[in-house]
């Protein structure tokens, strides 16, 4: 009897405290906080990154162009510089490397984007023109701002 009693004691007393079974789930909360910090950092930083060579672009009531790529961009600043998008490019180097990039991208008959400041030297605009015309460049685009309140 001391035996069944004793024995029944302790079986029911494992059977009481049951283990918790390991939890499955995934707590997503902390990952939808971090997610959601990328995010803010993303679209504050974002428009910093697209700033390129700063220009003073003249105004047109011209529609802009759609395009699927990024394009090719030639700027001339007021001092006079040219730049291929952002890299500064002696004027003697210009078609050389305009060259090498549009064999990478698909050939001479890419479109390229002319940005020049409306208070740049208009002898350096054309120079750097005569020169993509003269070297087989026939798509250039003259890039401007949409015209303000006339």
Request: zero cysteines; charged letters at 25%.
């Amino acid at each position: 009897m001391g035996m069944s009693a004793s024995g029944a004691s302790g079986g029911g007393g494992r059977r009481g405290r049951r283990r918790s079974a390991p939890m499955a789930e995934i707590n997503v909360t902390p990952m939808v906080d971090v997610m959601l910090v990328l995010l803010i950092i993303f679209m504050v930083s974002a428009p910093l990154l697209t700033v390129g060579v700063p220009l003073d672009l003249p105004q047109t009531q011209a529609k802009s162009i759609e395009q699927d790529k990024q394009p090719l961009q030639l700027s001339v600043d007021i001092r006079g510089k040219v730049f291929i998008n952002d890299t500064e490019v002696d004027l003697k180097e210009l078609v050389p490397k305009l060259k090498a990039i549009t064999d990478a991208r698909g050939g001479l008959d890419e479109r390229i984007f002319m940005r020049a400041d409306k208070k740049a030297d208009y002898g350096t605009v054309a120079r750097v023109m005569g020169q993509l015309s003269g070297a087989g460049f026939k798509r250039i685009a003259l890039v401007t701002e949409v015209e303000q309140g006339t």
